[in-house]
């Protein structure tokens, strides 16, 4: 069994920052890609930004610039940091891995929770 937890979202005022985490527990063995989505009331899901194992990074238009997607490959953890947000940022955004729960074994893809991110003006 796997879990993916966010923390890290809040309220804050435009022009903030904030860093979201995601950690993965449970029967896990690695993690490969980790993505983070964004869904905000009335529009669909939408991707933010990846990070695959080897580190190599991919931004969605919407906040290139001004988020840093990174890991930790020893704590099964992925964290987005996001700087200068603007009220167009509110949405709850989604962690997604892609977990191996033992070695030679294939990657499935898990999804956490969800954490609200509200940004006022």
């Known amino acids: 069994q796997v879990q993916l937890v966010e923390s890290g979202g809040g309220l804050v005022q435009a022009g903030d920052s904030l860093r979201l985490s995601c950690a993965a527990s449970?029967?896990?063995?690695?993690?490969?890609?980790g993505f983070w989505y964004r869904q905000a009331r009335g529009t669909q899901r939408a991707l933010v930004a990846s990070?695959?194992?080897?580190?190599?990074?991919n931004y969605a238009d919407s906040m290139k610039g001004r988020c840093t997607i990174s890991r930790d490959n020893a704590k099964n953890m992925v964290y987005l940091q996001m700087d200068n947000l603007k009220p167009e940022d509110t949405a709850v955004y989604y962690c997604?891995?892609?977990?191996?729960?033992?070695?030679?074994?294939?990657?499935?893809?898990?999804w956490g929770q969800g954490t609200q991110v509200t940004v006022s003006s």
């Open positions: 997604n891995m892609d977990v191996r729960v033992r070695r030679a074994g294939l990657f499935y893809s898990y």
């Open positions: 449970g029967t896990v063995f690695n993690i490969g890609t």
């Open positions: 990070i695959t194992e080897s580190g190599t990074t």
